[in-house]
């Protein structure tokens, strides 16, 4: 296309008329009445009204949380430039040091839980144990919600993507009295949604019930998470292997046959795969439902359950990727069958495209 045709004048160059046209097709699209974004809220009514005893607490509980990640992603786009970043001092329950956004990020999405309607107490993985809201709102409301308010915050002094990753649950315990431990410790199969929000070059909520998996990008203009990835599925075949590999020395012989496996030249079945890690479970989750490829975080000599949380990161991303056609399991077992026995515990997980799970599953259990 001739772009000088454009111009009042036939003199700018290339690049000014690449600007033009850009700004002249923003404008366009931007003001065009028709052009129809579905923001998240209008979505999750929309999939509520399919269901004729749902109450739109869930909804609700989206909207929080998604109106806390607003708050938090401001935050995390500023961390470069205010005194914010580095160590905050304590440590959490696993021994682990606590940055300053990470309790930013907690105290965000406690305090906008606490004070909606819709949740009757919350799990974080910042925190030793449960917070039961016990006024008379949140007494009476159906829904726990799990989190980790910032995964992969080791990445956040290197400008790497991080995330939050949160699940809900339909209480166990009495309505009317407060939540229970026990609203926390169910399996991953009796999870309601599950979702995470990852700060990234654009910013991203992602969650799924059992009627799929969907992605909204915000959009900062508006201040809105809107529908950009509908209906999600993580492609059956990937070819991107995603693992922390100087771990090596501490895996056993069948990991490591695994390993040697994804590395090998054979040029039918497309090896040697991709190797991608980032060390930001959100991220490297986020490039394994689009692109496809497997995820692992291993038991090894040092750690028979490897690292992850079962309640805070591996349930909630199993039901992710199990509601895009994915496969999730220890090595051997489905992570959402998994009884928790405590609110921190930790598995190894093996998670993605269903050729990889399936084949590394061949190597562990072998
Ligand atoms: P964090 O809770 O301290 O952020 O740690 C969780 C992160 C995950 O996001 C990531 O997958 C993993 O730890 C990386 O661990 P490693 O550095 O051992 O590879």
């Known amino acids: 296309m001739h772009l000088y045709g454009y111009f009042p004048n036939n003199n700018h160059n290339c690049f000014q008329a690449s600007i033009y046209y850009f700004c002249r097709s923003y404008q366009r699209e ?14 999750t009514i929309q999939e509520t009204r399919k269901f004729k005893a749902a109450t739109g607490e869930l909804s609700a509980i989206l909207r929080d949380i998604g109106l806390a990640c607003k708050i938090i992603n401001k935050q995390v786009l500023k961390a470069g430039l205010v005194d914010i970043l580095g160590q905050h001092g304590a440590t959490n329950v696993q021994g682990e040091e606590q940055q300053k956004l990470d309790v930013f990020a907690d105290e965000t999405l406690i305090n906008v839980l606490r004070s909606s309607a819709d949740c009757a107490g919350i799990a974080s993985e910042e925190n030793e144990t449960f917070i039961a809201f016990d006024d008379e709102f949140s007494m009476n409301s159906k829904y726990v919600v799990l989190f980790d308010p910032l995964d992969g915050s080791s990445n956040i002094d290197v400008n790497a993507s991080i995330g939050t990753i949160f699940s809900v649950y339909k209480r166990v315990s009495e309505l009317g ?3 229970t431990e026990a609203d926390f410790l169910q399996p991953g199969n009796k999870l309601m949604a599950a979702g995470y929000v990852i700060y990234g070059s654009s910013t991203m909520l992602v969650y799924a019930t059992k009627l799929g998996v969907n992605g909204f990008t915000l959009e900062p203009s508006i201040g809105e998470f809107c529908l950009s990835h509908p209906n999600m599925k993580c492609s059956e075949k990937g070819k991107i292997y995603s693992i922390n590999q100087g771990n090596t020395c501490k895996f056993d012989d069948n990991m490591k046959a695994f390993l040697d496996h994804c590395m090998e030249d054979n040029k039918e079945e497309g090896r040697p795969y991709s190797h991608r890690y980032i060390g930001s479970m959100v991220a490297d989750m986020h490039r394994t439902l689009l692109k496809g490829g497997i995820f692992i975080y291993p038991a090894d000599k040092k750690n028979a359950n490897g690292k992850l949380r079962l309640q805070y ?5 199993s039901f992710i990727i199990e509601a895009a056609g994915g496969v999730s399991n220890t ?3 489905r992570i959402l069958d998994i009884q928790p026995t405590e609110l921190h515990q930790r598995v190894p997980i093996f998670i993605g495209s269903k050729n990889l799970v399936e084949k590394a599953n061949s190597y562990t259990n072998a």
């Open 30 to 43: 931007s003001m065009n009445p028709q052009r129809k974004l579905m923001p998240l809220d209008e979505f």
């Open 177 to 179: 009295k407060p939540c």
């Open 313 to 317: 990161e591996c349930n909630p991303m």
């Open 331 to 333: 090595g051997k077992d």
